[in-house]
């Protein structure tokens, strides 16, 4: 089961590399630049080159219990090749270079790389798994505009808050609500 999701996840994020694109020309009526979107899925190059944060993308390196890229690439022949993104700046810089196909980015860094017109919508229908993502994490306004998909989400994640008790206290008895964006 486990290793099942790792290939949803890999081939979410192999699908996903189709969002990369040249030049943007033009924009549409929402500001985002207008790239060129895949229609259909080509031949493979051999090697697949992403930008993730820490634990996202295992080979083993880290943990030899936790290996789903070797399988990966036996049974698909795709190499993975890995950056690890420290910041969602990071990220960003990274994919603006050209060099990487596909970045686990988070939501504020995905509207970044859809404005800059750094990456082209994704075509949902080439990923055979999309349908099993949770309806409710699709077309939100961190990974769609205007309800065309820039990515593929996989998760939530917590927003954490940390505060410096000596400047903020509050009174006893009262719950620290953080609100934030689920992505």
């Known amino acids: ?3 099942s999701r ?3 996840a890999l081939a979410a994020a192999s699908a996903a590399a189709l969002m990369l694109s040249g030049c943007a020309s033009g924009a549409t009526d929402s500001g985002v630049p207008a790239v060129p979107m895949m229609e259909k899925l080509g031949a ?3 090697q697949v080159n992403v930008v993730a944060w820490a634990g ?3 080979d083993g390196s880290t943990d030899p219990a936790v290996d789903w890229v070797t399988d990966f690439t036996k049974e698909t022949g795709c190499k993975v090749n890995v ?3 420290a910041t969602s700046d990071e990220m960003v810089q990274l994919m603006q270079s050209g060099e990487y196909d596909v970045v686990s980015a988070s939501g504020d860094a995905s509207l970044r790389l859809v404005y800059g ?3 082209a919508p994704v075509i949902t229908a080439l990923i055979p798994n999309y349908a099993d ?3 409710n994490l699709k077309n939100q306004q961190w990974n769609s505009i205007d309800g065309v998909s820039y990515g593929v989400p996989h998760g939530r994640g917590a927003n954490l808050l940390a505060y410096n008790t000596d400047k903020f206290k509050p009174a006893a008895g009262d ?3 953080v609100i934030g964006d689920l992505n």
Request: glycine share 20%.
């Open 117 to 119: 017109g750094d990456v």
């Open 133 to 135: 993502v949770y309806e």
């Open 175 to 177: 719950g620290l609500v």
């Open 44 to 46: 493979g190059e051999g």
């Open 6 to 8: 790792m290939y949803t």
């Open 83 to 85: 950056k690890v993104g």
């Open 1 to 3: 089961m486990r290793k």
């Open 56 to 58: 996202y993308v295992e």
